[in-house]
């Protein structure tokens, strides 16, 4: 294709988002296009729903003592006593792990093997 033909694609496109009663805006120039979406007006000082994070809204509806606990088994491995090769002393720990084990077995938070 040249320049000049008049199959040539528009030389601007313009995507918007008009919120409430507003009209999507006219073209300027006669080789524009103009794609206008229709948003309620609630939506205008939100962020995008795809760009929202999910994982706040989990976080949210669980308790202070869960996030503590479930923070406190992410490091665990790292820490002395942790009856692991990483992290210093972390080969002291094993009995401290097994009489974790066992008493969460006995409160039912995992299977008894």
């Known amino acids: 294709m040249t320049r000049g ?3 040539q694609q528009p030389e601007k ?3 918007l988002a008009t919120f409430g009663e507003e009209k999507c805006p ?12 229709a948003a309620p007006e609630g939506d205008r000082y939100r962020i995008p729903k795809d ?6 809204e989990a ?3 669980q308790s202070w003592t ?4 479930s923070l406190d088994e992410e490091a665990r491995p790292m820490r002395p006593n ?3 090769v990483v992290g210093t002393g972390g080969f002291t720990g094993c009995t401290q792990a097994m009489l974790r084990e066992w008493f969460a077995a006995r409160r039912g938070k995992i299977d008894a093997n």
């Open 5 to 7: 033909s008049a199959a």
């Open 13 to 15: 496109i313009s995507f």
């Open 26 to 37: 006219e073209a300027v120039e006669p080789d524009e296009i103009v794609v206008c979406a």
């Open 51 to 56: 760009l929202r994070k999910g994982e706040e």
């Open 59 to 61: 976080a949210a509806s």
């Open 66 to 69: 869960s996030a503590v606990e």
């Open 82 to 84: 942790s009856c692991s």
